[in-house]
């Protein structure tokens, strides 16, 4: 896979970041090389490898779900625009 410099003005724009012109080729360059090097990523044989959730082994560490505080309600609606039994009030947006 390739990028040409329509696609990176494109990215750059998904992105929100302003390229210049000048820059438009150099990027284009990078990308393509960033490109090159994932694809090579996928020719490494990795049968019988397990998957990693990280590159330092560590486990899980468990506690019991627990509930450890009462019923909020009451506290999460206070400082709401409009609440009523409990529930949030907003604006009907659907006739």
């Known amino acids: 896979m390739s990028v040409d410099q329509k696609t990176v003005r494109h990215i750059a ?48 560490k468990m506690r019991d779900d627990v509930a450890v505080t009462e019923n909020l309600q ?5 400082n709401a625009p409009g609440a009523e039994d409990g529930f949030y009030v907003v604006p009907k947006v659907v006739e």
């Open 13 to 60: 724009r998904l992105a929100r970041i302003a390229v210049r012109d000048d820059e438009l080729e150099a990027l284009e360059k990078e990308l393509n090389g960033i490109l090159d090097w994932v694809e090579q990523l996928g020719e490494v044989d990795v049968t019988g490898v397990e998957p990693m959730t990280s590159a330092v082994e560590t486990a899980m």
């Open 74 to 78: 009451k506290e999460v609606t206070r």
